[in-house]
């Protein structure tokens, strides 16, 4: 395809289109005829090659006010040359990278932004009375933070930086690569587009160095295992000058030797003897609160049974209310008895008629309608 075809007619664009018009009916039309996507294809290859030129030109605003008034004249002979990393026929293909593989070729040419500092993790571990009530407290993590003697420049104080004699400022360099052209970082500046005259002898340019800190955590009432707290601005400091990072405190709850814990519901499993449950009775348990919750028995319960205490679990998270305790009840059989205690269940033995433990009648009705026996 000749590279003298008018740009605009290359592009399929009007003369008076707007840079975003272009640009969109560039990375359309070089998706088409892009040598990836037609391997072998020397019409399609040449396409290419030329829409990317167009673009380059169409792109630039000065080099587009010098193609309106003197068409490709205005290139010939060095007369666009102009800029580092001239390309030719080859054009800027970083935007095609970007659309197809979504990589950080592509772009606008520009100096890279400064890089926000790392986030960090911190993983805490609390008891459960502490998650019920919240609490107040203070950790000391080293960290990188601002350097106080070039205050985060990187800099010696009374220095500053210059431009990157590499890229000439623009924070980014062009090579070839077969037929493509790819910009890249400079690894002179890396991307900044300028370096330090003196770096600081303290952070060595870094504009950062590892301390400790010593930061106050507020745990809210109602946390549980994997709750995340921010803290924001206070994980890795960027460098030179860059915004901090975040710091993420991981919440652990260590095991509770009465309670487990579902969520905002309590469980506990309480004991008792088959006399209180055949019964019944009252049994009392204290709460995370202090306070005392009486749960009452019923005759005849059997084990297993959960008995539900509303609004005596654990706190909502940043909400209002409190989930329930849950008591599971385990009957417990006598394993020592006086002569008179054993005389009594003998008596009571000696009396029962099988309508006392149905359940148990049950089982014994269905083995004989099986079996037979």
Known sequence: MSSTIDFYELLEVSRDADDKTIKSSYRRIAM???PDR???DAEAESKFKSVSAAYDCLKDPQKRAAYDRFGHEAFQQGMGGGGQGQQGDFGDIGDIFETIF????????GRQQPRRGADLRYDMQIDLGDAFHGKKTEIEIEVSQSCETCSGSGAQPGTGTRGCNLCNGHGKVRAKQGFFVVERPCPNCNGRGEV???PCDDCRGEGRSD?????EVEIPPGVDTGTR???SGKGEAGPRGAPAGDLYIFIHIKEHSVFEREGTTLLTRVPISFSTAALGGCVEIPDLDGETNSVDIPAGIQSGKQLRVRGAGMPVLQGRGRGDLVVEIAVETPTKLSKAQKEILQQFRDTETGDECPESRGFFDKLKDVFGA
């Open 32 to 34: 088409q005829c892009h």
């Open 38 to 40: 037609n391997p072998g």
């Open 102 to 109: 979504g990589s950080a070729f592509g772009g606008g040419g």
């Open 196 to 198: 330090i005259e003196k």
């Open 211 to 215: 301390q400790a800190q010593a930061l």
């Open 229 to 231: 707290i921010r803290l």
